[in-house]
Every structure is written in structure tokens, then in C-alpha cells.
């Protein structure tokens, strides 16, 4: 008798929990927004929000609005022009992921057509919102086919990375001025 019960409960249980979600309704048009909201100026747009310690001091939520521009972008995390130039440069390998907000960039691996005993892998890193040459890092990493059939780790060239870097860098600076004309 008592594992009808336990069951009856717990249907009784799945049952009202799926009612209990029934009668919201999450989609509706019924908020209401005051008339006297503070936050608006007289032109109707939000004010930009200051800093807590004054012109120079620390500011919260993006500062006084008297930032130089720098590419950042509103939805992604890093400076968007070192973001779409990493993109472009690695376009050719397949990636397994991107993440705008961390600024991380990770490629699986790739046979260049012309050597097919031979693999690459890299990951870029965007490291800031600002357009330098310090904004970039990249990670290559290089494997060969053995006789067995398995892959092992190679050695890269050490100027294969800083080359990959400079490549970013200049598509950046490319986007860059085509977004100033």
C-alpha cells in the first residue's frame, strides 16, 4: 500500500507543479512603465552614468561617455577590430570556439592540402578593447603523422606564432581605417 501512495504523491506532485507553470504568463504586454522615470534627460535617452569618485576616478558601467573610441563594440568584450582580424586570418581552419567576451579564439585541427603528414591547431588571445600591438596573442601548435598512423607533437617555429600576431594585426589596422572612411 505504501508504494501506491509514494507514487500518487509524487503524481500528485508533477502534476501540480506543471498547473502551477500554466498560469504565468511570461510573453504578455501588461508591464507598465512610469511616466516620471528619473533616469530619462529631457530628450528622452538614458544619461550616461558617472564615476563615484568624481571626473578622473573610478567609473562603473562604462564612464562619463568621454572615452576615446577604441573598436570595443557593444556586444562583444574585446576591441572588435582584433576580434573580426583574428577571425579573418583563420578563417581557413575549422574552429571549434569563438568567444567574444573572453576574446578567445580556438581552431581544431587543419591539413594544409599540400602536406597532409602534418597538422596545426592554434588559439588566439584578444586581450583587451584597445587596438595595440600587445592586444593579441597566438598559440600555434603543430603535429606529424607517424608510420603507425598516430600524431605527435612537433616542434613549431618559434616565429610562426609572432608572424601569425602581425598578420592580425595589420587586417586590424585594414578594418580600422576602412571604418574611418
Not at 26 to 54: C, W
Not at 138 to 143: D, G, H, K, Y
Amino acid at each position: 500500500m505504501n508504494g501506491r501512495v509514494g507514487l500518487r504523491r509524487l503524481a500528485a506532485a508533477v502534476l501540480a507543479l506543471g498547473l502551477a507553470g500554466c498560469g504565468m504568463d511570461f510573453h504578455g504586454n501588461d508591464t507598465v512603465y512610469p511616466e516620471d522615470d528619473n533616469r530619462k534627460t529631457a530628450g528622452g535617452a538614458y544619461e550616461q552614468s558617472g564615476s563615484i569618485f568624481g571626473d578622473d576616478g573610478l567609473t562603473l558601467f562604462g564612464g562619463g561617455g568621454n572615452e576615446k573610441p577604441t573598436g570595443g563594440g557593444a556586444g562583444i568584450g574585446v576591441n572588435s577590430f582584433l576580434w573580426r582580424a583574428s577571425l579573418d586570418t583563420i578563417s581557413f581552419m575549422p574552429l571549434v570556439s569563438a568567444d567574444p567576451f573572453g576574446g578567445v579564439i580556438i581552431t581544431d585541427w587543419y591539413s594544409p592540402p599540400e602536406a597532409k603528414l602534418e597538422r596545426f591547431k592554434v588559439n588566439v588571445y584578444i586581450l583587451g578593447r584597445d587596438l595595440r600591438a600587445d592586444g593579441v596573442r597566438a598559440s600555434v601548435f603543430r603535429q606529424l603523422l607517424d608510420s603507425n598512423g598516430t600524431w605527435i607533437d612537433a616542434e613549431v617555429e618559434a616565429s610562426t606564432p609572432t608572424e601569425l600576431e602581425n598578420a592580425i594585426l595589420a587586417r586590424a589596422r585594414e578594418l580600422r581605417i576602412a571604418s574611418i572612411q
